[in-house]
């Protein structure tokens, strides 16, 4: 079985090494004997969702989610298919955005979202930054008791995201901002979608949860998605590092 890994948007929405993500999904892969392709796409450029196992979108600034909202919006019929048919998504804070319903700018003008996700972002004054660890929600993401229960990363966006009733959030955040700044929680998944606003890159730094990602994209493909442990010490160690020392110091 090879795995279809497909990055949209590389060359505009690539912030604080989100690339990352793909060179970790297709690496753990590698380490297992999965095969993987990995498509990159980007404006002009077409490809068939629904023939895609993960899809990737990283984030940008506002001045990229301008000037790609024309070109995503075209490929709606086929995304919101793919998706609505399992598709695995990982979308980081522009890309995420761009999901949503639409990103309200400081300066009042709206980018339009492609609504796939029931959430909506306002532009505010001040920017979250900085390092975020996140306690998952077992229910949400459906994790055995076993694995980490953190999501350890970086914020840095201006845009707060609201969820619609009826989504929950990846988990809720103990160190930094997560989706608003307001209500803790952070991300959010919907389907086999899922929305976040950590960078760092991401997967590297959670290698449980690029797994949970691989685990249900196989699933999706009728297999039992039953992944072979990893050496994920060194990643495990540097993710309680970071859990310990933002826990104690902020
Ligand atoms: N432009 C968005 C914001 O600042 C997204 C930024 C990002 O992707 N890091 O809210």
Redesign the pocket.
Known sequence: MKLSICHLYPDL?D??GDRGNILALEARCRWRGIDTEIRRVSLGEDLDFTRADILFI?????R??GILVEDLMRREDNLGKAIDNGLVVLS????Y?MLGKY?QMMNGQRIEGLGILDVW?I?GEK?LIGNVVVNLDEETLGIPSSKIKSLVGF?????KTYLGEGLSPLGKVLSGHGNNGEDSGEGVRYLNVFGT?L?GPLLPKNPHFADLLLELALKRRGDDGYLNDLDDHLEVLAHQAMVTRLLKHG
Do not use: P, V
Request: with cysteine.
């Open positions: 929405l912030l604080y990283g984030g940008g600034s506002d990229e989610q980081i804070c522009g890309g955005q990103y972002t532009g920017r914020e840095n966006h201006s845009g606003y960078h």
